[in-house]
């Protein structure tokens, strides 16, 4: 996490995790179907339950199906109170199923590396000039092509914004316009917005990404720096939103401690 | 009617059902239930060159890559899933520690869909996962056709049928009847995919309690060829009902393979020198046990099967 | 949370989710909870012009066509299973009364694979299943292709996606969630497969009783647009648990649904001239229903979903 | 059923349907998977579970896997006593499965007609000149094309044994030999036995039907007067085996009114 925005979030009264979780939050209308994903986005969706979208419905990889928050912080989605009292404990399929069928209308997912047009790597590293073999796609990949939407969190590093990533382990808009639907993939799906440690970026109708917002003290300047290709910049570049009180206190009283959101 | 009890220890199971060479099915439930104490088995009896499948099986391939039992991997997901990445595959895929070994790439949809097309008894499955991504161009498993019914692109995801499937369950009766609960994930299909199925389960009922819920029994005995008895057995990954996860246990390990003379000394320490289960739970000592047991029981309303 | 429940009565749900034309799944369990209350509703509401799918539905289709509310059905076996032959249907295939009626004929497999195929989101799924069979040179929703990753021959089976499903269960809560039990069939399927889905059920309980087993709630409540709690609403066909089959009243139906003039007197008296379940249950009195009654209750072993 | 058939049979200790059961039971080896059907074939399974299969696994085509007899007799297979207590309820999917993984090595079956290769037609009858239809294939048209091999029990009347069926609701040897391997068939599948009112017909590696045996009291020209194309038989043509007396008592205790195998 860079320095700089470290140092901002300090000075204000929430941290940068707690902005960023706010933000992904605020991607989930009322009544969706989420992918939910663990750490921060699986607080993002909780927030969300518990603010504006409080009939969104979550799915887990494992095949569990979630309306209620878990009682307790979860390390994994297969952590018992995942299961307990949950809407469905389904097979891994029914919920892939639920994804083909175009019924998931938003994916959160990370990854080791993002491109100008939101292709992600999370199998292969690279750091000091060295390939590293990271873990894989897990769902990543079936999420990336079969959500309607997908919203990506990840730290906003120069080495990992790369004008064009060495493997596509989850394809985003691939190389603009167009592309998604010539492979094959499902018409008006892909990469909705990338949350970031220093910003909120979203995807032109080129497929392309751009900046959007800037989170509370960073600037344009410190954003472009740490991306590895020229950043479009939208014309009314915004703010991110600080997080709401509700959002805070929702978010707080799942974890208290700041397990997830340091 | 006259069926033989199939119980047998864990160290027969994996000596009958487990030769060199095998594809073995592994941590078919997600980050729940997960076969660690067949695992350790397989490390402890040598087994060598074998395939191992599996959607996201936590840390137990990792220690299976390092103890070198595997030649090749066919998984969605290999790491730590609560801390990170795993520190043993990363030395055999970059640099061939302690041997080479291949990686055949899935998301979790198409190893699921692989299972499903060997449990459905058909070559393949169509998807449109992976579309455009590096797996379906790296992994041969996966090849882009037309539909035979509409003009689209599809993917072709081509059945994989492991020889043994080894699943962790909460009860089992002695024919290899088997309840399972809570996260599924594929071990359903994983189950019919495989050509032999070896149950190990955390507590051996009377026919009658598995018999009295048909519907809960998602492995029947008759594609059951081992049955073991094996409490504890899926520790540091939870069982629904019986213990929870031993976060700790995850974190420790992250620490201790980070380097391969630590990863021997922990391999040494948690499987080389215990002779099974029992004396794994030993070290592990009474009260982190006590700790990961059920606080609070939580029981299913019943179903009414009777007429 | 704030969802609000979805409970109406059959009327409501017959009138607002089965329109005219559209293509109705019912009796997705077999020979188990079939849904007559559901189908006698769709007859007094003089549906027209429906499709009606179901791999085996008894003599509910045979109703339906009877009541001249069908224009096609797609179904592997129309009849009356403990009885034989359907003379509705035979009177509309042979002779079109009351009307012309089309049949697509599937076997049980293929149809199960067709609503798998819309439940998975994809447009077809292959099987070896009829090939050489005349089902698959009259229906064209059963194409032969060739394999993609082998050299063999394969049935392309069409995905088959209904308006809406109609799936008796023995209870649900008000927002949908369902649990069943016994003869599945095709009904988690189907469930998925529709646009939408009625929950027809024996008991409504509290929420907590359907999430104290998840594994047992088949059909999650978001997919259901409409609950009705209809107490034996499936009779004359079984719920487990709840009631038996009534035999007789199958074997009364073949009687007299064999000449036409008898059939719209059978229809009069058990559909027509009653306005809903209740008084059709009054008519066949009490005395009936106690002796299709639960004898001996048979409850399933708990599964503890405790941490 | 044939009066000459009938008429045979009381004049012994048990009735033709009795035969045929003790016959089918004997078409199931230890340790098998049957896909069972309803009346005689159920009857014979469980004799057979009862005598020389104590291991043999039941299927069913609504999801059900029994390894018990029920404990009432059943009129369709989703009769509650037949769930109760089964050894698994599944899906309709999860036994077709089974079925087409190779692992169920006989399928019960009946018909309205059979020709010569032993194809099956249930989906339209004959009588009088008429056409009329039937009810149609319900899962028999799967057995028949994915069973290892297939059992068929009808009566054997001229009007059903037919040159040639009119339309193949279930594939038997087609043509005759290579034809299920040319279909895409599984090797080594189709017809293995046709337990009729009158005798028990196999078939040769050319996948014509002969006959195998007559029951006891039935003469060769009975069965070929009965059969509509000119019936090969046996160089050593045998007798049906009377029902031995545990098979008689098995049945009897599963059925005691003869409801069935009157």
């Known amino acids: ?262 | 009617m006259t069926t033989a009890s199939k119980l047998v220890s864990m160290h027969d199971a994996i000596a009958r059902h487990v030769p060199h060479g095998s594809m073995v099915l592994l941590g078919a439930q997600m980050e729940q239930m997960i076969p660690f104490a067949a695992g350790h088995e397989i490390i402890r009896q040598g087994k060598r060159d074998l395939t191992v499948v599996g959607p996201i099986s936590d840390i137990l391939f990792d220690q299976l890559i390092g103890a070198g039992c595997v030649s090749r991997v066919m998984a969605a997901w290999v790491g730590n899933v609560s801390a990170g990445v795993g520190y043993c595959l990363r030395r055999a895929v970059e640099r061939s520690i302690p041997r080479r070994m291949e990686m055949v790439d899935y998301s979790n949809f198409t190893l699921a869909l692989a299972l499903h097309a060997a449990a459905l008894g058909v070559p393949f499955l169509p998807t449109y996962s992976t579309l455009g991504s590096d797996l379906l161009a790296k992994n041969g498993n996966l090849r882009e056709f037309s539909s035979p019914v509409s003009e689209e692109k599809l993917v072709a995801v081509r059945a994989l049928r492991p020889d043994v499937a080894v699943i962790h369950v909460q009860r089992a009766d002695e024919f290899g009847n088997a309840h399972l609960w809570g996260s599924l994930g594929t071990a359903v299909d994983g189950a019919r995919a495989a050509r032999k199925v070896v149950v190990v389960a955390e507590e051996i009922v009377a026919p009658e309690v598995i018999a009295s819920d048909p519907n809960r029994t998602l492995i029947p005995g008759f594609l059951v060829a081992a049955v073991v008895h094996e409490p504890w057995g899926a520790h540091p990954s939870p069982a629904q009902g019986y213990y929870g996860r031993d976060h700790a246990f995850f974190s420790q390990y992250h620490e201790q393979s980070r380097q391969v003379e630590d990863f021997e000394h922990w391999l040494e320490r948690w499987v080389l020198r215990v002779s099974d289960r029992r004396e794994y739970m030993n070290q592990l000592g009474a009260c982190r046990a006590e700790a990961l047991g059920v606080r609070e029981h939580a029981y299913s309303a019943a179903a009414d099967f009777g007429y």
């Open chain 1, 1 to 262: 996490m860079p320095a700089g925005a470290q140092a901002e979030t300090t000075t204000r009264d929430y941290t940068l995790g707690e902005l960023m979780v706010a933000a992904a939050s605020r991607e989930i209308a009322d009544g969706e179907l989420v992918f939910v994903g663990m750490r921060l986005p699986m607080l993002a969706f909780l927030v969300a339950k518990q603010t504006r979208a409080p009939r969104a419905v979550g799915l887990y990889e494992n095949g569990v199906i979630r309306e209620t928050p878990s009682p307790e912080l979860l390390y994994t989605m297969a952590d018992p109170p995942n299961l307990r009292n949950a809407t469905q404990c389904s097979q891994m399929l029914d919920v892939m199923a639920l994804l083909q069928q175009g019924r998931v209308d938003v994916g959160f997912l990370g990854a080791a590396e993002v491109d100008r047009f939101g292709n992600l790597n999370s199998t292969w590293g690279h750091r000091d000039g060295q390939t590293t073999r990271l873990p894989g796609s897990g769902g990543a990949c079936d999420i990336a092509c079969l959500s309607r939407r997908t919203v990506v969190l990840l730290a906003h590093e120069r080495n990992r914004f790369r004008e064009r990533v060495s493997h596509i382990t989850s394809p985003g808009h691939g190389l603009g316009n167009g592309w998604r639907e010539a492979q094959g993939l499902p018409a008006r799906s892909g990469p909705s917005a990338l949350i970031t440690t220093l910003g909120v970026l979203r995807f032109g109708s080129d497929g392309e990404a751009y900046l959007a917002s800037v989170h509370p003290g960073v600037s344009v300047e410190e954003v472009l720096a740490n991306t590895g290709w020229t950043l479009r910049v939208a014309d009314e570049l915004l703010e991110t939103p600080a997080p709401a009180a509700a959002e805070l206190s929702s978010m707080r009283s799942l974890d208290p401690n700041h397990f997830w959101t340091r």
